[in-house]
């Protein structure tokens, strides 16, 4: 079976909006786990910033070569659409990197550098662009769970040791 004009341009609708919609995206790129990555949709693709100090990693995302991308619902959070994308790095200051930016500036949340952000992107991160290539992939039948990846990030400590004698006081209160 033959995929008609009618079912790309549809494949096409269901990648932007469901991207568009979309707070996190899952990427895989060549030979790298699965990361969640924020992104915007700019002009036909996924864009995303990283690999400087305190923006996210994007392992294995390599100028020119390919990368799987899941996007999730946003009310939900279950697995909408998987497409495969091209990936395009952008070089600092061409328009194209420009209007990215000003996008993803948008978006960014609790940057330490406020209107300075720009600048230190151009000097320090990558700005990629993840350019749709095909139609949307079939959904697996099992749940791809994974372990998580290591990470400094804690969030499980001892309980400190007066803490039970607090929670206790708020429940007699009640």
């Known amino acids: 079976m033959t995929a008609t004009g009618n079912d790309t341009l549809l494949d096409r609708a269901l990648v932007e909006e469901a991207t568009k919609k979309s707070g996190l995206i899952w990427v895989q790129g060549t030979g790298a786990p699965t990361r969640a990555l924020w992104h915007v949709w700019h002009e036909g693709a996924a864009c995303v910033i990283g690999d400087g100090p305190g923006e996210q990693p994007l392992p294995g995302l390599v100028d020119g070569a390919e990368a799987v991308v899941t996007v999730r619902s946003k009310d939900k959070g279950g697995r909408l659409a998987s497409?495969?994308?091209?990936?395009?790095?952008?070089?600092?200051?061409?328009?194209?990197?420009?209007?990215?930016?000003?996008?993803?500036?948008g978006k960014r949340l609790n940057a330490p550098d406020g209107e300075a952000m720009p600048e230190r992107w151009a000097r320090e991160c990558r700005v990629l662009r993840l350019e749709p290539t095909g139609g949307v992939g079939a959904l697996p039948d099992s749940s791809l769970a994974a372990a998580p990846l290591p990470s400094p990030a804690v969030t499980r400590r001892p309980m400190p040791a007066g803490l039970h004698r607090l929670l206790l006081k708020k429940r007699r209160r009640s």
């Open 83 to 105: 497409w495969t994308a091209k990936v395009v790095e952008l070089a600092p200051g061409s328009p194209a990197w420009e209007a990215a930016v000003a996008e993803l500036k």
